[in-house]
């Protein structure tokens, strides 16, 4: 059972959602019988247009050699530049799936699903590049 405070963090995060939202199709995408081949369209589940945040690109913390957040003196390590978008699951009648093509109508660009990673209940964080 969710606690009183997740409750309150889901509401908020759909008021957010309202707010700083806007509109990217989400274009379902299946393996073919040869696994090494491209994607193709996946017919078993439509195109949605849905409404989601988009973030731009930063570091993660942990993606270093040692998983340590932050920066150490003299230890290599690196960062991302992969954008991501927070999405309400309740928007789509499917769950996202790697590989998945996403089009950010604001900027007519096209992204491919990277990984889907959990979030406020009922939201995931979805990792995109270029396609």
């Known amino acids: 059972m969710a606690s009183p405070f997740a409750r309150l963090a889901a509401v908020a995060a759909v008021t957010h959602d309202k707010v700083h939202g806007e509109a ?4 379902p995408m299946k393996h073919q019988a040869d696994r090494n081949a491209p994607r193709v ?3 078993s589940r439509p195109v949605v247009t849905a409404l989601a945040v988009w ?3 930063a570091a ?7 998983h340590q957040v932050g920066v150490q003196p003299e230890r290599a390590g690196h960062s991302t530049t992969r954008p991501y978008i927070s999405l309400q699951l309740s ?8 590989g998945d093509l996403v ?10 699903i990277f990984e889907v ?13 270029g396609a």
């Open 41 to 43: 369209v996946d017919d």
């Open 117 to 129: 990673l959990p979030s406020t209940p009922g939201f995931v964080r979805i990792s995109l590049n």
């Open 60 to 66: 993660r913390a942990g993606a270093g050699p040692f």
């Open 103 to 112: 089009w950010r109508q604001e900027a007519e660009t096209l992204y491919r």
């Open 91 to 98: 928007r789509l009648p499917y769950r996202p799936s790697v």
């Open 24 to 27: 990217f199709e989400f274009r």
């Open 55 to 57: 973030g731009d690109p």
